[in-house]
Structure formats: structure tokens, C-alpha cells
């Protein structure tokens, strides 16, 4: 069984950080992408980072480049997504996700989601 559990979340003020985790169950991490993507009320999931089986990142949202990054302790088989200068607009439920190796920005090709974890950004 692969399971995802995405943590981290909360209320945070505008300007504020946070870190999101994404602890990995039932497979080895280093094997795969993981992938944060985000889905705000009436819209469509976004991807914002992934990260592949081999360390690489890749920024799929041009609005969160320069403040989030994306890193892996296999050790710990978790994913983190490091969130600074958070913006009201990056309020939605964020998610992680899993797929073979290397990083696709749809989210169909992904295998394994896990349950998500609300951030709100608010003053």
C-alpha cells in the first residue's frame, strides 16, 4: 500500500511561513516524484512543485517561484514544501503526490494522493 500524508498546514499571516510535510508509507521515497500541487474553492488543482527520484525540482507555478522550495529527506522518506512570504492568494488545500521518477505536470499521471492539508493566508 502507498500512502501520502500531508501535514503542515494552517492559518498563517500574509508575509508569514510555512513548511508543509509529506510523510511516505508503504514504498521507498527516493523511487519517486513527489509533486505539491494545490486546489483553491471553484478551482482547477495546480501544480506548484515536484521534486524527482534524483533530487531535481521543478516550479510549476511562476507566482510562488522565489518563495517555495521543495526538498527531500529519504531518510525520513518526507517531502517538504518550504512556504515563505505567503500571499492570501495561496490559500487552498495543498496536496503531495507520487509518480515514477520523474516529474509530470498532470496530475493524472500521478498514482498515489494523499489527503491534503489546508493552508489559509489571512490577516
Known amino acids: 500500500q502507498l500512502q501520502l500524508v500531508e501535514s503542515g498546514g494552517g492559518l498563517v499571516q500574509p508575509g508569514g511561513s510555512l513548511r508543509l510535510s509529506c510523510a511516505a508509507s508503504?514504498?521507498?521515497?527516493?523511487?519517486?516524484?513527489i509533486g505539491w500541487f494545490r486546489q483553491a474553492p471553484g478551482k482547477e488543482r495546480e501544480g506548484v512543485l515536484c521534486?524527482?527520484?534524483?533530487?531535481?525540482?521543478?516550479n510549476y507555478a511562476d507566482s510562488v517561484k522565489g518563495r517555495f522550495t521543495i526538498s527531500r529527506d529519504n531518510a525520513k522518506n518526507t517531502v517538504y514544501l518550504q512556504m515563505n512570504s505567503l500571499k492570501p492568494e495561496d490559500t487552498a488545500v495543498y496536496y503531495c503526490?507520487?509518480?515514477?521518477?520523474?516529474?509530470?505536470?498532470?496530475?493524472?499521471?500521478?498514482?498515489?494522493w494523499g489527503q491534503g492539508t489546508q493552508v489559509t493566508v489571512s490577516s
Open positions: 521534486i524527482s527520484s534524483s533530487g531535481s525540482s521543478t
Open positions: 503526490a507520487a509518480r515514477a521518477r520523474l516529474c509530470r505536470v498532470w496530475p493524472s499521471t500521478y498514482d498515489s
Open positions: 508503504g514504498f521507498t521515497l527516493d523511487y519517486y516524484a
